[in-house]
């Protein structure tokens, strides 16, 4: 009798992969083909973080872009560069207070990579580009005082990874944010509405949605700056650590290295964007 051969698994050269910058190379060209459609964008959500010093993980870039060219943006995915590199897919399960389910969802081709489209009022935040400020990869942010103000009003949870991602003080919140009042209920009744909408309805489908009375702006800022150093574990002595993301005295995470210096540097050279719309954390 002959010897079975073993079965072949998947050739290894269809499996995907994971980039070797996470991304940000690849996030930079898609935003250029939204920017020359005349689409100001920008990344936010988990990414964003990660910019700002927060070490979380994801695969999922948020691109933010105006509410108004929400169809637009999706329908570049249809054509040229992003048809052959992207693949529409199913949306991520639904979250609390989350909308994401309801998104343009597309999947990089070969890696382990989701490109989301998030409509500007689902963030409470302008897309224009005097709110951005740019990682030394070229890709847009928005800037800190506009990313930890859209937080604070649509009430996100992320908000104190943000905190201790860039150690924000009290003091910072109350020269750079608006801490009056709550969070809009306009905002809240909208976006309540739409999860409702999106998802059965059941007994318990109301955990889903937003809360109806918000803490004042002030308070919740208050709470979160002031819990700092009780969000520090066992494992970080407290004597070196500023937050649980950050060493005492360390610099801006923004802040690269000379070999990303150099990177981004390139990167300016390689476009016609001005300093009027792009903001750079430089070396100190």
């Known amino acids: 009798m002959g010897t079975k051969q073993a079965a072949k698994g998947p050739d290894p050269e269809l499996r995907d992969r994971y980039d070797s910058d996470g991304g940000k190379a690849e996030v930079h060209e898609v935003i250029k083909v939204l920017e020359n459609a005349g689409i ?39 054509t040229g560069r992003l048809l052959e590199h992207y693949d529409p897919t199913s949306p991520r399960t639904v979250q609390p207070h989350s909308l994401y389910h309801t998104f343009p969802f597309f999947k990089r081709k070969g890696f382990f990579m989701w490109i989301v489209l998030v409509p500007s009022w689902d963030c409470q935040l302008e897309c224009i580009p005097e709110n951005f400020e740019r990682g030394h990869a070229g890709v847009p942010y928005p800037r800190l005082e506009v990313f930890t103000q859209s937080l604070l009003d649509t009430s996100d949870f992320n908000l104190v990874d943000l905190v201790d991602g860039m150690d924000l003080t009290e003091e910072w919140g109350l020269a750079n944010l608006r801490l009056e009042g709550t969070p809009d209920a306009a905002y809240i009744a909208k976006k309540n509405e739409a999860i409702r909408s999106s998802i059965p309805l059941t007994d318990t489908s109301c ?78």
């Open 40 to 78: 100001s964008c920008c990344v936010v959500g988990t990414s964003a973080l990660r910019h700002f010093g927060a070490p979380r993980v994801t695969e999922d870039w948020s691109i933010c872009v105006p509410s108004d060219k929400l169809e637009h943006a999706a329908s570049l995915f249809q």
């Open 207 to 284: 955990i889903l949605e937003l809360g109806t009375n918000p803490q004042e702006r002030i308070r919740t800022w208050q709470e979160v700056v002031r819990s700092k150093s009780a969000r520090i574990g066992l494992e970080f002595p407290k004597e070196f650590y500023a937050t649980r993301f950050r060493l005492k005295g360390s610099q801006d995470p923004r802040i690269p290295n000379k070999e990303a210096d150099d990177t981004f540097l390139r990167f300016l050279k390689s476009t016609d964007a001005s300093s009027d719309d792009i903001v750079a954390v430089q070396r100190q």
